[in-house]
């Protein structure tokens, strides 16, 4: 069967998030957006591991689901056309800071755990090791290589993925305190990683630029620190429904069993350019060079972005696929859309609104934005977001790049487009 997993997201234990991340709302959520397997993110945490140990119970193998007592929330909430069957698997993002080679390294990574016993024997080996109670994502002074094999030892089917691999500050291929190959981090284990997570700020074509990344497959998630973030980034199966055949689906790269990656427009990712927020410097990577890496109003140096670094260690053309590539689909939220046509912020009530009712007469987030005829849209909502979602699908959209921890800013109409009031308010007529 088909279905969308995000499988990186947050738990409200972890820092900067939102205290609804919990179970009941992770549901909610995950599916308004469409998605149909969710990590639980956090799930070394003791406090976290505790409360999903009480609200989860088996489904399909490797699979939990909500407790009927603690899904009652969504169940009343949710729109008809939205209501899905929801299914976690255990999974933890680690921050690793440890010094390799004279400099000190910054790598965050996934770990996934197909039972609560392999989980809590990772978390018993972690423990030993570091505070894995002050923060949901842990920061532990522990070598990646080290991280793989404790993960390794705890079931056959546990396994880890680098985490969106070209963040400037924390990945195995950042430009602050990353390396420049999977080798250097993992050593004589990196026989034992089979995906990499490209993260917000790169797509898969960024990532084919490189022959040394070929052996992996690549997956894409939210990363969500709230739940309404869920899906803006997801990674689309077609295999038997349990965690044992997405295991297979990463893991044998002949399965056919992965299908794609659902991406953000690499551009609106917080790190694609390089640039200095402070002084609100954004620069392409020819500026950078320019520059000299410095900064052209207070002539500090600039955080390194992502597409400067993927051209750092690239050694192929723009376009070249890896041999083991899958179709990639670049979205844009749909309050971004909602947002960019009512020319107000995509958190204002108006937009929510509108993106709540539109959810309730057409169905998910994620059918909408990429299933959906354009023709059902426009009877529902007007040309104007059907006009949007259709320049989306086709990439026609501008987008200032992000750099330095800001996130680049869309326009998908400009001052030609004219739409007529009917056409613009079918929603609300």
């Not at 929330?73 to 255990?90: H, N, Q, S, W, Y």
């Not at 999977?182 to 074509?205: K, M, N, V």
């Not at 390089?274 to 109003?297: E, F, N, W, Y």
């Not at 990429?370 to 086709?394: A, H, T």
Request: proline share 5%; charged share 25%; hydrophobic share 35%.
């Amino acid at each position: 069967m088909k279905f969308f997993t995000d499988l990186h997201i947050h738990s409200h234990f972890s820092r900067a998030t939102s205290k609804a991340l919990n179970l009941e709302n992770l549901s909610y959520w995950a599916q308004l957006k469409g998605i149909q397997v969710i990590g639980t993110g956090d799930c070394i945490h003791p406090g976290w591991l505790n409360e999903l140990k009480k609200k989860l119970e088996p489904a399909e193998e490797g699979f939990f689901r909500l407790k009927p007592e603690y899904d009652k929330f969504a169940r009343d909430t949710l729109p008809k056309a939205c209501r899905g069957e929801v299914r976690f698997i255990l999974s933890s993002e680690i921050s690793n800071i440890y010094k390799r080679a004279d400099k000190v390294r910054k790598v965050h990574h996934v770990i996934f755990a197909p039972s609560f016993e392999a989980a809590e024997r990772i978390q018993f080996q972690l423990d030993q090791i570091g505070n894995i109670k002050s923060d949901g994502r842990p920061i532990l002074g522990l070598d990646s290589r080290d991280l793989l094999e404790i993960v390794l030892e705890s079931d056959p089917l546990s396994f880890l993925v680098p985490a969106h691999i070209w963040t400037p500050w924390f990945s195995v291929l950042g430009s602050k305190g990353g390396f420049n190959s999977l080798d250097e981090c993992f050593g004589d284990l990196t026989r034992h990683i089979f995906a990499l997570e490209t993260g917000l700020s790169s797509d898969p074509l960024m990532n084919w630029r490189l022959s040394q990344l070929d052996p992996y497959v690549l997956i894409s998630n939210s990363d969500a620190h709230s739940p309404a973030k869920l899906a803006r980034e997801a990674t689309i199966f077609d295999t038997e429904f349990s965690y044992p055949a997405i295991y297979r689906a990463l893991s044998d790269r002949e399965d056919p069993g992965l299908l794609g990656t659902i991406e953000f427009f690499p551009e609106e990712g917080k790190y694609h350019y390089d640039g200095h927020r402070l002084c609100k410097t954004r620069m392409h990577p020819k500026d950078t060079i320019a520059q000299k890496g410095l900064c052209s109003v207070c002539g500090k140096p600039v955080t390194i972005g992502v597409m400067s670094r993927v051209e750092e260690l690239a050694d192929c053309d723009e376009g070249r696929k890896s041999p083991h590539w899958r179709p990639f689909y670049s979205l844009i939220p749909l309050t971004e859309i909602i947002a960019d046509v009512r020319g107000v912020g995509p958190n204002s009530k108006a937009v929510q609104k509108t993106y709540q009712e539109v959810m309730a007469k057409l169905g998910s987030e994620l059918y909408i934005l990429q299933d959906s005829s354009l023709k059902e849209i426009r009877n529902v909502c007007g040309s104007m977001i059907s006009e949007g979602i259709g320049r989306v699908r086709e990439g026609e959209v501008s987008i200032a790049a992000g750099y330095d921890g800001e996130y680049g800013k869309v326009v998908i109409f400009n001052k030609e487009d004219s739409f007529s009031s009917k056409e613009q308010l079918t929603l609300f007529s």
